[in-house]
């Protein structure tokens, strides 16, 4: 696994995509967009013409944007809820979500040659990728993501919604 090194704006976009941040909409989108910059600082060995960024709808797409931004590679969306995981024909594969917190749905999809992005993973599903782990930050938190705005026990503001402005 590979853990970013904070820095201190580092350090201050992670504050904002934090869940009790209270903050959502575009301000928490452009925040993904940066760390996805910065995350993608890792990636630039790979040739751009033989990598595809994968965005696990719909929470990935922002973080996604940064990276493919910075990259220049292939940009693809993928809906695990709607759609068959189709691998795209570059050899290099980088599926990315925003958070990550059991795994299980990136592990269906999940080959041993493909890279994993994300803002946040739970501590526990870290070892479900190993190697091919590209986070921000690793949490001990996790809950279950509803329409709320605090975390109350098993129950938290879910990214995805705050990412569109929908809490």
Same mark, same amino acid.
């Given at each position: ?14 504050? !904002?995509?934090?869940? %009790? #941040?209270? &903050? ?5 989108? *452009?925040?993904?967009? $940066? ?57 290099? !594969?980088?599926?990315? %979500? #925003?958070? &990550? ?5 990136? *592990?269906?999809?999940? $080959? ?56």
């Amino acid at each position: 696994m590979f853990e970013i090194d904070k820095t201190g704006r580092i350090n201050e976009l992670i504050s !904002v995509t934090k869940s %009790d #941040s209270g &903050i959502s909409g575009p301000e928490l989108a *452009k925040a993904h967009m $940066e760390l996805g910059k910065y995350l993608a600082q890792y990636f630039l060995s790979l040739n751009p013409e033989e990598t595809t960024v994968v965005a696990m709808l719909r929470g990935g797409i922002f973080f996604a944007e940064g990276i493919y931004l910075q990259l220049g590679c292939k940009f693809q969306l993928y809906d695990p809820k709607r759609e068959d995981f189709v691998r795209p024909g570059t050899k290099n !594969v980088i599926i990315v %979500d #925003s958070v &990550i917190n059991t795994g299980r749905t990136i *592990k269906r999809i999940f $080959e041993p040659d493909m890279k994993i992005a994300c803002c946040v993973i739970n501590e526990q599903a870290v070892k479900l990728f190993e190697e091919q782990l590209y986070t921000i930050r690793v949490s001990k938190n996790s809950f279950v993501g509803e329409k709320v705005c605090t975390q109350n026990g098993g129950v938290g503001p879910d990214t995805t919604m705050r990412l569109f402005n929908q809490i």
